[in-house]
């Protein structure tokens, strides 16, 4: 071991009392910050997944789909989708391509009628690729293929409004591309929540050819391009952009805005933490060894005395505070390691956020760049605040620090 770290660290166990205070305030820091900052970055990948799964990691449409409101149903849709959907799936990193057709109108049961917002989906591709984004509360997912009927999946509050159930009989009241009315006698296959009540009071998921029917169309609003991993965001958007110019390209992130307000809140509210942590620990390190350089004061003018420069004084109670800080800092990943991984075993149900009717799993991140830059930021700290507070006493006359009492 260094002499000058040995000399050090002999130095904590002198006043043991407060340099165990000292490493306990720093790990109890230390875990709180990786702790907030795992719970943070839990958060955000869940929420990107989530996004991306809904919309798909891109979207590709006309620039007015995303710029402008529409006069009628899918005035600014995609014309020649399937065309378009073979040459995105002709690229090797695009797995899935769904459509998908986005209308507004009436839903009804003969006696009483409702505002719906409506998603014409393919079937066959929607609940396969995206997983289960929605929960069944009753009946099944819509399927492809000839039915005897077109069928429909309503909200759990918007069957409930119109007393549906599996097997309802409904009518679809929509304007067409051409504005005139158009009605359509529709079946309920299955009855979900997606655990937004306010969203559920109106969502209506149908297939693309029944949407397109009820609209007299053979448009569709937008395409989502689901990519093999999310990290392939950004060059497969280049890449589509350049192959199809007269088209817009947006990313998940564009449309997620839930999740850029969610990001945004958070990394003020736990920057804020973390800073508060931060100054907490630099106070404390800061009196631990103002008091230690306040009984040594004499020792220091001694170790002057006999020639030790200020340089070397000041150097070992930088790592005296090093000594402290780091003990304090490792011990407190320590716990934040051990906390997250208890969390994995035995899972904790958070409630359900505003908004939301369904709670979710508390998760908290390993997240290795965070924990290096957790420990080097607070043995840093440590070292500095130590330094700052010695400098003057190792700087003072001998004579002066050899008559201190």
Do not use: C
Request: proline share 4%.
């Amino acid at each position: 071991m260094n002499p000058w770290l040995k000399f050090a660290f002999l130095n904590t166990l002198r006043n043991r009392r407060r340099s165990t205070v000292t490493v306990a305030i720093a790990a109890l820091g230390t875990a709180a910050i990786l702790l907030a900052g795992g719970f943070a970055i839990s958060t955000y990948s869940a929420l990107a997944q989530a996004s991306a799964r809904n919309t798909g990691h891109l979207i590709v449409g006309k620039p007015a789909q995303f710029t402008k409101d529409e006069a009628t149903p899918l005035e600014h849709g995609l014309d020649n989708a399937d065309a378009l959907k073979a040459r995105l799936l002709a690229d090797n990193d695009v797995r899935a391509v769904l459509p998908k057709v986005e209308f507004s109108g009436l839903i009804s049961n003969g006696d009483k009628s409702t505002v719906m917002m409506a998603v014409g989906v393919s079937p066959d591709d929607e609940f396969s690729v995206k997983g289960p984004f929605l929960t069944i509360k009753a009946g099944d997912v819509l399927s492809g293929g000839n039915t005897a009927s077109a069928q429909v999946m309503l909200g759990e509050a918007l069957a409930r409004s119109l007393n549906a159930k599996p097997g309802t009989s409904l009518t679809l009241l929509a304007s067409t591309t051409d504005g005139a009315l158009n009605a359509m006698d529709v079946q309920v296959k299955g009855i979900f929540s997606t655990g937004v009540p306010e969203i559920d009071k109106r969502l209506v998921y149908t297939d693309v050819l029944t949407a397109q029917k009820l609209l007299n169309t053979q448009r569709v609003s937008s395409l989502g391009v689901f990519l093999n991993r999310m990290d392939l965001t950004a060059a497969a958007q280049a890449r589509i952009a350049a192959a199809e110019p007269q088209l817009t390209v947006q990313t998940w992130v564009d449309q997620a805005a839930f999740y850029q307000g969610v990001k945004a809140l958070y990394n003020r509210i736990f920057g804020a933490l973390g800073i508060i942590i931060g100054v907490i620990v630099v106070f404390v390190v800061t009196n631990a060894m103002a008091m230690a350089i306040i009984e040594r004061t004499r020792e220091i003018g001694t170790l002057r005395a006999m020639g030790t420069l200020p340089g070397q004084l000041l150097r070992t109670l930088a790592l005296e505070g090093m000594v402290l800080g780091g003990a304090g800092a490792v011990v407190g990943a320590v716990i934040a390691l051990a906390a997250s991984v208890l969390l994995l075993v035995f899972p904790v149900q958070m409630p359900p956020p505003p908004g939301r009717s369904v709670g979710y799993p508390l998760t908290v991140a390993i997240d290795a760049p965070l924990y290096v830059f957790t420990l080097v930021a607070m043995v840093a700290l440590a070292m500095l605040a130590s330094a700052w507070v010695a400098r003057k006493t190792v700087h003072q006359p001998v004579v002066s620090a050899l008559a201190h009492t």
